[in-house]
């Protein structure tokens, strides 16, 4: 099974953090990316930029209104995803647990949506035969 980890932290935190702390951390949790990929549970990953870079699009009133940065009310930000293979939810909560970056700030460990991820590609298919 497929799971997305949804990786928070808090900006302002981090940025008390020396840059020292910064590097060791981020290899910390580097390795332990290494770890994953060679047991081939680490299908993917991505981090973010700061929120201060973010946009929240919304539906009302008939259009599309725009707010700078996230909507949300809280210190911790999503920080970045890590895409991750798993038996089931137990085996994703268990290799996830060791992963540094819970240190930092809670990850939100999610399954896939396979069926329609299926009918994604399958629309992706489709739209490539056409040109």
Aim: some cysteine.
């Amino acid at each position: 099974m497929k799971f997305i980890c949804l990786g928070y932290f808090d900006e302002a935190q981090w940025d008390r953090l020396s840059e020292a702390e910064q590097a060791a951390l981020m290899a910390d949790c580097f390795a332990y990316d290494d770890e994953l990929k060679r047991s081939g549970h680490f299908i993917g990953g991505e981090a973010l930029q700061s929120v201060k870079n973010a946009a929240t699009l919304r539906y009302q009133n008939g259009k599309v209104t725009v707010t700078d940065g996230p909507f949300a009310e809280t210190k911790e930000q999503l920080g970045g995803i890590l895409m991750l293979e798993a038996r089931d939810l137990n085996h994703a909560i268990q290799l996830m647990s060791h992963h540094p970056g819970v240190r930092s700030g809670p990850f939100e460990i999610r399954p896939a949506d396979e069926e329609i991820n299926a009918q994604v590609n399958q629309s992706k298919t489709l739209e490539t035969n056409v040109y």
